[in-house]
């Protein structure tokens, strides 16, 4: 542990706390100051209880989605250099625009429409393991766990999968370097959005059937065909928040995994517990930390919080409460009550939570059914990103 | 026993749908719907109360008939 004092000077950054942040979680949400405030990074306050987080993320009128980065400047002001007027909706509206942002994206990502891309999730996972099962070792965060999310996303906006390393780049230059250095997060929002440019003028001149882009561009509000902005900004949004995050997830589930052998066996033994065991990995390693600007001068908990002020919700924080969840660190596949917020909580639930659950599910049942036992080469080789986004970067198994 | 949906409350986390996928499902849009209106089958009782418990948006509710 760092000798400062976590609830007036936390750093999301400190390489301790990306490690492993929740002994300085907990110290903090047991404290008496449960909603710590930090100056690094641009500022920002930081509830730790369930009940907390939760609250900030239902009360979305004091609590505005105007900047949900980590880090940067908290007004929301920050130069974005070409393609200033496209933002990521709807994570990024509030209402009353976010209804119709949201509300035009929603019917992709239902349980019943995602369910047709398991057929090439399975295929993929497949592949991914062909390439390393007879060597008896494998990163499972670089060579399986990152490869996959993105090539689904691909497929479901219709650009070139062989260009999923490059994708890869642009979302860790925005969702990781790019949270501590400004120019490289403009760099790659610029790739990204010039990228989605180019490919939405594509779809203008030449509509496509039964294609994502084109359906977007074609839909209408109050009789009126929808901004290209918002178009582009659905693109950047569903790269930015389909990549990172549900390979950070199926990545951490690995990690578990690699070193539970009895819940191999439990899920081996019993097939019907993977619905519940998937919310369970998702409660105990919840990848996402969000923020939140101010929208006028309040107190929250005792905290005088002002207009402009980031607040971070941290969903693993809230998952981890013992006043929410009894044993909160132990993962429990038979786990009666799970309220848990991997995926948020209020307007912006995130919208792709079904297919990152389904991407998860079978990650991980291919997985287990190709290489039913394994474990972490070297438990202190692991490395693991965090800040917005917590998962494993290099983990390699040994099998 | 009957379950009660607070549509206003619903944001479409489908943890109800994972719970209790006899009782609850989607509409077109991902939020919630009740597939079983009137008493569940005693058999259900258990998966419900899953449900409702697991639903971070506390929208359900069960009333015992």
Known sequence: ?399 | MKVQLDYDACHGHQSCAIAAPEVFGADDYGNAVVLIEGDLPVELETKARRAEGNCPERAITLIDS
């Open chain 1, 1 to 399: 542990m760092t000798t400062i004092d976590p609830t007036t000077d936390y750093d999301i950054f400190d390489p301790e706390y990306v490690l492993n942040p929740f002994p300085t979680i907990d110290q903090i949400r047991e404290s008496e100051c449960p909603v710590a405030h930090t100056e690094r990074w641009g500022g920002s306050w930081m509830p730790t209880r369930y009940a907390d987080i939760v609250a900030v993320a239902q009360e979305h009128d004091v609590f505005t989605s105007r900047q949900i980065l980590v880090t940067g400047p908290p007004d929301g002001q920050a130069p974005e250099g070409a393609y200033a007027g496209v933002a990521a909706p709807p994570i990024s509206s509030d209402p009353p625009e976010h209804h119709w942002h949201r509300r035009l994206i929603l019917p992709f990502f239902a349980p019943q429409a995602v369910a047709k891309y398991e057929p090439i999730t399975r295929e993929l996972c497949h592949s991914l393991i062909d390439k390393f099962i007879d060597k008896g070792e494998a990163d499972s965060a670089a060579d399986y766990a990152q490869q996959i999310p993105v090539r689904v996303i691909a497929t479901m906006l219709g650009v070139p999968t062989d260009m999923s390393d490059t994708f890869t780049g642009w979302v860790r230059g925005v969702l990781e370097a790019g949270l501590m250095d400004q120019e490289v997060r403009l760099e790659a929002r610029g790739n990204i959005l010039g990228f989605f440019h180019a490919q939405v003028a594509d779809r203008i001149a030449n509509p496509r059937e039964d294609d994502l882009i084109t359906t977007l561009l074609n839909s209408e509000i109050d009789g009126q065909k929808v901004p290209v902005e918002y178009v582009m900004g659905v693109c950047n949004l569903m790269l930015v928040a389909g990549v990172d995050t549900t390979w950070s997830s199926i990545g951490a589930s690995l990690w578990h995994l690699a070193q539970h052998p009895e819940h191999r066996r439990q899920l081996r033994d019993d097939p019907e517990l993977w619905p519940a065991a998937i919310e369970e990995l998702l409660r105990m390693y919840a990848p996402v930390t969000m923020a939140r600007i101010v929208d006028r001068d309040i107190e929250f908990q005792g905290c005088p919080m002002h207009a402009g002020d980031r607040v971070l919700m941290s969903f693993p924080a809230a998952n981890r409460d013992p006043r929410q969840f009894e044993n909160p660190n132990e993962v429990d596949f038979e786990r009666e009550h799970n309220r848990h917020v991997a995926f948020g909580a209020g307007i912006h639930r995130c919208a792709g939570s079904n297919l990152a659950r389904l991407e998860l599910r079978i990650a991980l049942q291919v997985w287990l059914e190709r290489i039913p036992e394994f474990q972490l080469a070297d438990p202190s080789a692991v490395t693991w990103a965090g800040g917005q986004v917590r998962g494993t970067r290099v983990a390699k198994v040994t099998f």
